[in-house]
């Protein structure tokens, strides 16, 4: 168990329909990141937000947007959906010191688009 | 970040050492060498790190070549447990921003067997 947790763990939901992804860091960890892992992309960074703010982004689709809140968790907003956003979304965290930083990945959140 | 190459896959035999592979000679001074793997689909799961010194964990083996050119993982006593995806990843994190996304490649799959 790494400390991370993330909710749903499945989701099955229809085109254009818009979804919310929520993710609890580790206790302390100001740092997270949001990845997808679809089938033939691979692993892919998505988006970072450490302690509130936006932090770098990656290949992340203008209809996919992330916060994080005071309480330092986290919400992947995923609308418009399409038959290919069906995948695996993982959440990670980090202490946010900017050293040797160590990731610590969640279960994941598993989207099917029907 | 700097592009590791790692072979697709490898077998081991269990209670042997699993010595897995990396190559990443355009790694920069600043980048670590972060190793992770993901059982089937799990969240990555985080292994062992390191910038140019050997380093040891309950995990795992690091050992990085003089040149930092290459690296290999060494598990020690493979299990069928380690059966996974192995990541090798090339990083860096600036210091005191936390900015520090994980590029993951194709990785290789490892296969240890009874």
């Known amino acids: 168990d790494s400390g991370v947790t993330q909710t749903p763990k499945h989701l099955i939901t229809a085109t254009g329909q818009r979804v919310t992804l929520r993710c609890s860091p580790r206790?302390?960890?100001?740092?997270v990141y949001w990845y997808q892992q679809s089938l033939d992309q691979g692993l892919q960074f998505l988006i970072q937000?450490?302690?509130?703010?936006?932090?770098a982004k990656g290949n992340i689709l203008e209809r996919f947007s992330a916060q994080q809140f005071p309480d330092l968790h986290s919400e992947l907003n995923l609308s418009s959906l399409e038959l290919g956003d069906s995948a695996l979304y993982f959440c990670?965290?980090?202490?946010?010191?900017?050293?040797?930083?160590?990731?610590?990945f969640g279960p994941g959140t598993r989207l099917l688009v029907l | 970040d700097a592009k590791t190459t790692q072979p697709t896959s490898m077998d081991c035999a269990e209670g042997r050492a699993a010595n897995l592979p990396c190559n990443h000679s355009?790694?920069?001074?600043?980048?670590?060498v972060y190793w992770y793997r993901q059982i089937h689909s799990q969240g990555p799961q985080y292994i062992i790190h390191?910038?140019?010194n050997n380093e040891t964990n309950e995990m795992a083996s690091l050992i990085i070549t003089e040149d930092r050119k290459s690296s290999t993982l060494i598990l020690p006593h493979a299990t069928l447990r380690d059966t996974a995806v192995y990541y090798c990843?090339?990083?860096?994190?600036?210091?005191?921003?936390?900015?520090?996304?994980?590029?993951f490649g194709q990785g290789t799959i490892l296969t240890v067997h009874p």
């Open positions: 990670a965290s980090s202490r946010g010191t900017g050293h040797q930083e160590t990731q610590y």
């Open positions: 206790s302390g960890d100001l740092s």
């Open positions: 937000y450490y302690n509130g703010e936006e932090r």
């Open positions: 355009t790694i920069s001074g600043n980048e670590y």
């Open positions: 390191g910038l140019k």
């Open positions: 990843i090339a990083t860096y994190y600036a210091g005191g921003t936390s900015y520090g996304k994980l590029t």
